[in-house]
T-cell receptor
Framework: SQTIHQWPATLVQPVGSPLSLECTVEGTSNPNLYWYRQAAGRGLQLLFYSVGIGQISSEVPQNLSASRPQDRQFILSSKKLLLSDSGFYLC?????????????FGPGTRLTVT | GQSLEQPSEVTAVEGAIVQINCTYQTSGFYGLSWYQQHDGGAPTFLSYNALDGLEETGRFSSFLSRSDSYGYLLLQELQMKDSASYFCAVANSGNTPLVFGKGTRLSVIA
């Protein structure tokens, strides 16, 4: 069966520090991968998506970046965190078209920037 | 552009029926999905409608009217555990990911 892992589960970082969040998927090949951010009590904001290794599409210009070094690994990074980067970061995967109606979400990383 | 509208909050009584509406504006509409998210948890897929009509999955049903650009999620025999946020999401025929609504927070009260 397929599983998706995210780590760390929680993170507290000072403003201006770097960030690296990792997401890995098991049990499937060639998944589409997504990064979302969710502010407290708010909706899901799509940040990046990827259809394959090294292929990254950005939805929102910001100080974040994403990379996909391996088929089932998706990394979200920042060189210098801002207070506004605080939120709940969710990784998701799907199969088939990038517009697939069914996405499977990881447990998320709660980031607090202080 | 694309937009989805759903109520921000709904409150209903345990055992009752509640309907969460979603209207959308998009080009290349393909279908409407629904997701549930409990506080602190990850969203989970509930249902998908590509054709007009009602899809039933246990206590949950989802409806779509393509001509009205409208859909809803119907939850029957509400239980306290149904308290969560519910998101509608549009799938487009273009090569773009799902677009999520802002979510409806459902509170089930005794």
């Amino acid at each position: 069966s397929q599983t998706i892992h995210q780590w760390p589960a929680t993170l507290v970082q000072p403003v201006g520090s770097p960030l690296s969040l990792e997401c890995t998927v098991e049990g499937t090949s060639n998944p589409n991968l997504y990064w979302y951010r969710q502010a407290a009590g708010r909706g899901l904001q799509l940040l990046f998506y990827s259809v394959g290794i090294g292929q990254i599409s950005s939805e929102v210009p910001q100080n974040l970046s994403a990379s996909r070094p391996q088929d089932r690994q998706f990394i979200l990074s920042s060189k210098k965190l801002l207070l506004s980067d605080s939120g709940f970061y969710l990784c998701a995967w799907s199969v088939g078209a990038i517009s697939s109606y069914e996405q499977y979400f990881g447990p998320g990383t709660r980031l607090t920037v202080t | 552009g694309q937009s989805l509208e759903q109520p921000s909050e709904v409150t209903a009584v345990e055992g009752a029926i509640v309907q969460i509406n979603c209207t959308y504006q998009t080009s290349g509409f393909y279908g409407l999905s629904w997701y549930q998210q409990h506080d602190g948890g990850a969203p989970t897929f509930l249902s998908y409608n590509a054709l007009d009509g009602l899809e039933e999955t246990g206590r949950f049903s989802s409806f779509l009217s393509r001509s009205d650009s409208y859909g809803y999620l119907l939850l029957q025999e509400l239980q306290m555990k149904d308290s969560a946020s519910y998101f509608c999401a549009v799938a487009n025929s273009g090569n773009t990911p799902l677009v999520f609504g802002k979510g409806t927070r459902l509170s089930v009260i005794a």
